[in-house]
């Protein structure tokens, strides 16, 4: 990758004394995994002046020599990568070690020029940016930058597989050096939304340090702390509290990022997460249900949500990925509860799709934003085992209404709210589910919306409430 | 003195402090059969004699007392025990595990305890312990009776230090116990006095009448009834002396049934009631009497001899007449009796007012086959590895054997309906399921069956164990993705490369790989060109009805495609379906007739590569190209403008210039492997295994059966199915393996991913143990897609060449095992949940983390 800074400043090398680079050579430095850093200038003209900063990865090394925790996130365990070729967190290494005096703001030569604003142009090859030119903008524009950006497609041969989240970025301003440099040091890992190593509290002081005198009035900073940190909701949220001490925090703050981004930022308006749940309970209230399943519980919100109503002796959460439930264990802070407390909720590893003998018997289960993971096909095993095994006395099924999909400017016509869901049903379709299911198992079925009511295209989510039939209805 | 005990008993020693009880057990038991009370002190507080902790230590005791009944293994209490609540505990263990209790006592002189004790340092209690243990015992045990009445079955009583010494131990196996009889068998369904039925059955399996009413066969097959011979039937009596006579001659062997036992029970005189067909019984007695004086006591007689249900053929097989769960397999005990006669009921009754009986076979999952009757079925069937063959032949229905251990069902129709039912079994409003007895209760798998830590016995390669944490990723990769189980009847291994090579400049060469298959002793390979695409595994039925047949599957499918990881591999179900009518096409009448079968298994590869795996491609490949172009164009020619003005850059410039030319390579490596996919003319299949077939998994074939077979079908299904080229290798000469280097290199250079080297037999065993049974070796342009553009420069592959294949190679042959295995399951016609088990092991194995690139 390669990344240059130009200026028009006369006379113009003096960009060799800001940076502290000589002109006339090529010099080259050693940097961590085995990548190599080189400086050069393609032009030092006295009205025009380039500096070039080329990075080289050595691909095997850094896959092989990488500490820290094996990623989910994958990429950096393999050796067909991008990471050679991108601005990453690589580059920021980099320029705090290149360039370590003008991004400190030390100029040994030419102290004045430090703090002058400059005419500048800086350009970074390659920068990812999976939120495409939005995302750019709003990082680079609030910060007085004028915006070249050049898209490159994935591939010539293959033009229907379009585009690649690959930008030639040129920003232009006057503006000093120092600050430029502070910037791109920043915002470049939070484009990358990767980092090679492992993110620790430093990490925190890095980005208050770099940040310092526009972080805290850039209005994308909770963004870019989050991103910056690697989505530790934690260290997140230090960095943001000691950048805004007044602000607290919302919910949406935690928002990790195996959530779906798309899903988030259709729903997150509404809140509508928050409007289910309170759907859910104030059924699962008024049945006077004791003891609740929450099947597939995910991250344990709505678990948190019945953990506070005493009315719930027993509360069991299941979910198929055994990964979500440590995640639910930790948000539910299960370790720090009191034993009375703890001896009321259970994790349970369990599926939908195969019977389980320890679900059976419960008062009430819910089952929330579940069906629509499900292949089609899967549905009747899911059926069985929730109808007939698990047979609960009152169950809560809720999944998106379909027809509300359009009353979202930002969800494109057609598609899904999230990228797992199998399928999202009309009204129509998920009542006669649900009537047929009722039919077969032995329950009585009644509809609820759940979300502002639409009078053309219902509410976002629908909710069915089954009930078991007693002896005498039968 | 011979002491007779159970083989399977729970042994309670009884006795003072000093009676010698330790030192018989030690001469008489295992070790490990002991339990001492003493010992288990000590394991909990250092100190064997300290009786502060005597309550924790009877709970351990106890505890591991509990396990061993419970995995059928004798064990005995050492204890003093001389209390009868001490004793009683003990009791209830036996009957909770279905094994007879046995009391030894040592009433022996107190002076020879006291003297033994006195002789012991650590026994320092005074002589009143054992006085007041002496008491204790005698007023509990006065008289055998008084042991007997707490429900002990077995009295022995010492009174001399002599008796002791001269005790032998017998173990006596169970009356139940005939593990020694291993066959073959013909087992009869419930008789019901119709004799012209029976003895039609017996002369259709081939026996004969021989002198004195004994039937026997020729090739000496016993005959084994699963009982209720006697009641409602025309010819009881008959029956039974048939019954009688054949199993003294030990022709034949006989289980009681509930009917059975009930007439055994007014032959003697009982006050029954004369219901379900008795009096009838009672009348043709009566009648029989007239020319064989006091039949019905010989009748009830020989009853009470019978043993209420066998384990036979080393635990193989069980008969019973009910039925038989597995804890209760080989026990004995008044439940496991009343469990055979009656089997369980749930406590209701039915519409019918009949007990509704709980589905203990439902729940079975005992590795021995049970045979059983007792209630009348339509058709004999399979469910979880019991079948009930009780086909009403008193009702109307028939009379059926099952031959074992053909496992083949025989059956004579019934001449007329001699009672009617009180409760139809043969319900003429319902329209006959179109499932069997198995698949319909297949239908939903339990959760205990596929979690935890698992061990899966496999032919090829005996256990394999599957961790509890791969089980659990397993589990949500099959929820959350996988098509319907009973589909996945297979999933492929994993599949080691050869070792790295030594030659400059590749990573991969086929020497190493002839090397290995040379070294385990096999001499003849075979070598098929390796397709870049994805692994499709393709079940084809003949039709939507074969599918639902052998599969259970009611969609209206006639077959599927699907992933490695058991996904479907469409989202298309069109384009699936066009894609197996095509193979049908290609597989041609011919085939279904010559395989005996309406449905095949395949092992494929589906090309191209970018029909499945086009998210990857984008998101890694095609990305990593754009990248790369932009940011090397861009850093030479900041080079060169630099080099124009004489600045020295050394050899970046050249650097960058080669790093170019290599990216290039590697697009052009990604690129042949894709193209666009408008329609199914646009995909190609190349089928390399045959796997199974109705009745046969094709393992018993080499390779070489496997691509003349398929190529010929895809011969007939050309452009869309696709031969693959293939080379036979003899080990042992120079110049063949040469041929196949050069074909390799041939083929690679021309952009093949490369190819996979197998034994030519399926399975080959070597010294070690099963041989992999692939080796992959992959063409030097196609490892750049996997070790990326840059990986053959010299640096980099020295460093490359360190990699470890034992983890992968030990994976790729349990992987295998398990995937054959399930194969061989479902070939059987075993429960969905054994041919599950294999599948989702292989799902299991394949989270364990080992290195992607191998």
Redesign the interface.
Same mark, same amino acid.
């Given at each position: 990758m390669l990344f240059t800074i130009t200026t028009t400043h006369q006379p113009a090398t003096d960009l060799g004394f800001l940076l502290h680079k000589h002109p006339a050579r090529c010099q080259s430095f050693k940097l961590a995994f085995g990548a190599q850093a080189h400086v050069f200038y393609p032009v030092a003209e006295p009205n025009m002046c380039t500096a070039a900063l080329q990075i080289s990865v050595d691909p095997v090394g850094m896959v092989r020599n990488r500490r820290g925790p094996r990623g989910e996130r994958g990429t950096l365990d393999h050796y067909v990568n991008d990471r050679p070729y991108v601005a990453s967190s690589f580059s920021s290494v980099a320029i705090a070690q290149v360039y370590s005096s003008a991004l400190n703001g030390k100029c040994r030569d030419m102290e004045g020029l430090v703090a002058t604003p400059l005419p500048l142009e800086a350009t970074i090859s390659v920068v990812p940016s999976r939120g495409g030119e939005g995302l750019l903008r709003e990082l680079f524009e609030p910060l007085g930058y004028e915006l070249l950006l050049q898209r490159h497609p994935l591939d010539e041969q293959f033009p229907e597989w379009g585009e690649s989240p690959y930008y030639t970025v040129t920003l232009r301003a006057t503006t000093q050096l120092q600050k430029l440099l502070a910037h791109v040091y920043v915002l470049i890992p939070v484009l990358d939304n990767e980092k090679h190593y492992w993110v620790g509290q430093d990490e925190v002081e890095k980005l208050l340090r770099f940040g310092e005198g526009w972080l805290a009035d850039h209005p994308a900073k909770a963004a870019i702390s989050r991103r910056y940190l690697k989505y530790q909701g934690s260290l997140a949220r230090q960095a943001l509290e000691r950048l805004v001490v007044e602000e607290r925090l919302s919910a949406a703050d935690e928002d990790s990022p195996t959530e779906d981004p798309r899903e988030e930022a259709t729903e997150k308006t509404l809140s509508l997460n928050e409007q289910r749940h309170g759907a859910v309970l104030a059924v699962l209230e008024s049945v006077g249900a004791q003891r609740v399943l929450d099947l597939g519980c995910g991250e344990g919100r709505l678990l948190r949500a019945l953990v506070k109503n005493r009315q719930f002796t027993e509360i069991v959460g299941v979910d198929v990925s055994h990964r979500v439930l440590e995640l639910a264990a930790a948000r539910l802070r299960l370790e720090r509860m009191s034993p009375m407390q703890r001896e009321r909720i259970t994790l349970l590893h369990g599926s939908l799709t195969y019977r389980d003998q320890r679900l059976a018997g419960f008062d009430a289960a819910t089952i929330v934003e579940v069906i629509e993971h499900l292949d089609p096909p899967r549905l009747a095993a899911f059926e069985r085992v929730v109808f007939e095994f698990t047979r609960p006395n009152v169950a809560i099924v809720t999944t998106p209404n379909s027809e509300y999909n359009v009353r979202w400017e930002t969800l494109p016509a057609g598609s899904m709210r999230h990228r797992d869901h199998r399928f999202e049903w009309t009204r129509a379709e998920f009542q006669s589910w649900a009537r047929g299911v009722a039919e077969r198992f032995g329950y009585t079925v009644r509809f609820l919306p759940v979300g502002p009511d639409d009078a053309e295209v219902g509410s976002p989510t629908q909710m069915g409430l089954f009930e078991v039939l007693s002896e005498a209805q039968k | 003195m011979n002491l007779t005990i159970p083989e399977l008993s729970l042994v309670v020693l009884i006795g003072p402090s000093g009676a010698g009880k330790s030192t018989f057990a030690r001469e008489h038991f295992l070790p490990t059969e002991v339990l001492s009370s003493d010992y288990c002190r000590g394991l909990i507080s250092d100190d064997e004699n300290d009786q502060t902790v005597s309550t924790e230590a009877f709970e351990v005791l106890r505890y591991i007392a509990a396990k061993r009944l419970e995995k059928g293994r004798l064990t005995v209490i050492d204890a003093t025990n001389v209390r009868a609540e001490d004793r009683q505990g003990f009791v209830a263990l036996a009957r909770e595990y279905h094994c007879l209790p046995v009391a030894l006592v040592f009433n022996l002189p107190e002076k020879l305890c006291q003297e033994r004790n006195a002789a012991r340092p650590d026994r320092d209690f005074g002589a009143h312990v054992i006085r007041s243990q002496r008491s204790a015992l005698r007023r509990g045990t006065r008289g055998r009776q008084g042991l007997k009445r707490e429900g002990f079955r077995y009295v022995y009583t010492f009174t001399t230090p002599e008796d002791v010494d001269a005790a032998v131990i017998e173990r006596q196996p169970l009356w139940n116990n005939k593990k020694h009889e291993r066959g073959p068998f013909d087992i009869i369904g419930d008789v019901h006095g119709c004799f012209d039925e029976l003895t039609a059955l017996l002369a259709e399996l081939g026996y004969e009448e021989v002198d004195g009413g004994v039937w026997q066969h020729p090739a000496g097959r016993k005959l084994i009834f699963v009982g209720d011979l006697v009641d409602r039937g025309p010819q009881t009596p008959e029956c039974l002396q048939l019954v009688m006579q054949c199993v003294k001659a030990e022709t034949a062997l006989c289980v009681p049934g509930n009917h059975d036992v009930k007439f055994m029970r007014a032959m003697w005189g009982k006050n029954v009631k004369q219901t379900h067909g008795l009096a009838e019984s009672i009348e043709q007695i009566r009648v029989y009497e007239l020319h064989y004086r006091a039949f019905g006591r010989i009748a009830a007689d020989f009853i009470d001899s019978l043993v209420s249900h066998y384990v036979l053929d080393d635990g193989k097989l069980v008969v019973a007449h009910a039925g038989m769960k597995e804890a209760y397999q080989g026990r004995g005990s008044g439940k496991v009796r009343e469990f055979a006669l009656y089997g369980e009921t749930t406590g209701e009754t039915d519409e019918f007012g009949l007990p509704v009986r709980h589905n203990w076979a439902a729940e079975y999952r005992g590795n021995a086959m049970v045979v059983y009757g007792h209630t009348p079925v339509p058709e004999a069937e399979w469910l979880n590895r019991t079948i009930n063959i009780d086909t009403g032949c008193v009702f109307g229905g028939k009379l059926t054997a099952l031959r074992y251990p053909e496992l083949e069902i025989v059956s004579v129709p019934a001449a007329k309906t001699y009672c009617e039912p009180a409760r139809p079994f043969l319900p003429e409003d319902v329209a006959p399921s179109t499932l069997s007895a198995q698949q319909a209760h297949d239908?939903?798998?339990?959760?205990?069956d596929?979690?935890g830590k698992r061990i899966v016995s496999t032919r090829l390669r005996a256990n394999i164990t599957i961790r509890a944490?791969n089980a659990? *990723?397993a589990?949500?990769v099959?929820?959350?993705?996988a *098509?319907?189980p009973r589909w996945l009847i297979y999933l492929p291994p994993t599949m080691s490369p050869c070792e790295t090579s030594t030659q400059p400049e590749y990573l991969e060469y086929p020497t190493e790989a002839f090397g290995y298959f040379r070294s385990a002793g096999v001499g003849r390979v075979i070598c098929q060109e390796k397709h870049m695409g994805s692994r499709a595994v393709v079940i084809v039925c003949k039709d939507a009805d074969a599918a639902r047949a052998r599969f259970g599957v009611t969609?209206g499918e006639a077959g599927i495609i699907y992933t490695r990881t058991g996904r479907?591999f469409f989202d298309d179900e069109q384009l699936e379906a066009e894609l197996l009518d095509r193979l049908r096409g290609a597989l041609m009448a011919g085939f279904w007739s010559a395989f005996n079968t309406d449905w095949a298994c395949l092992d494929c590869e589906l090309m191209p590569w970018s029909a499945k795996a086009q998210a990857l491609?984008?998101e890694?490949?095609?990305?990593? $190209? *754009?990248? $790369?172009?932009?940011?090397?164009a861009?850093?030479a020619? *900041?080079?060169q403008?630099?080099q124009k003005?004489g600045?020295?850059? $050394?050899l970046?410039l050249d650097?960058t210039a080669h790093k170019q030319a290599q990216l290039d390579s590697f697009?052009d490596a990604y690129?042949q492997y894709?193209w +666009?996919v408008a329609n199914i003319d646009d995909l190609k299949l190349a089928p390399f295994h045959l796997l199974a077939t109705e009745g046969a998994v094709h393992i018993d074939r080499d390779h070489a059966w496997h691509m003349q077979t398929l190529a010929t079908i895809c011969g007939h299904g050309a452009p869309l199915l696709h031969a693959t080229r293939t080379l036979e290798v003899d080990l042992s000469d120079a110049a063949s393996e040469q041929r196949a280097v050069d074909w390799w290199l041939e083929m690679t250079r021309a952009g093949s991913e490369g190819m996979v080297v197998k034994p030519r037999d399926f399975v080959a065993r070597g010294k070690r143990g099963l041989v992999q049974p692939a080796i992959k070796c992959r063409g030097r342009e196609y490892l750049r897609?996997?070790? $990326?553009p840059?990986?053959d420069m010299p640096d980099?592959l020295e460093?490359?060449r360190a990699r470890r294949l034992s983890g992968k190679r030990s994976l790729a042959l349990r992987e295998f095992a398990l995937g054959i295995e399930g194969l061989e399951r479902f070939v059987r016609r075993e429960p969905l949940r054994r041919v599950h088990e294999c599948a989702f092991g292989v799902l299991a194995m394949e989270s364990e983390p080992v290195d +992607?690139?191998l």
């Open positions: - | 239908d939903v798998l339990d959760i205990a596929v979690t944490e659990a *990723a589990l949500e099959m929820s959350r993705f *098509a319907d969609t479907r491609l984008k890694q490949y095609a990305a990593l $190209g *754009a990248a $790369g172009r932009a940011s090397l861009a850093s020619n *900041a080079l403008q630099a003005r600045i020295d850059t $050394g970046l650097e697009t690129r894709c +666009p897609i996997i070790y $990326g840059e990986y980099n460093r490359l +992607p690139r």
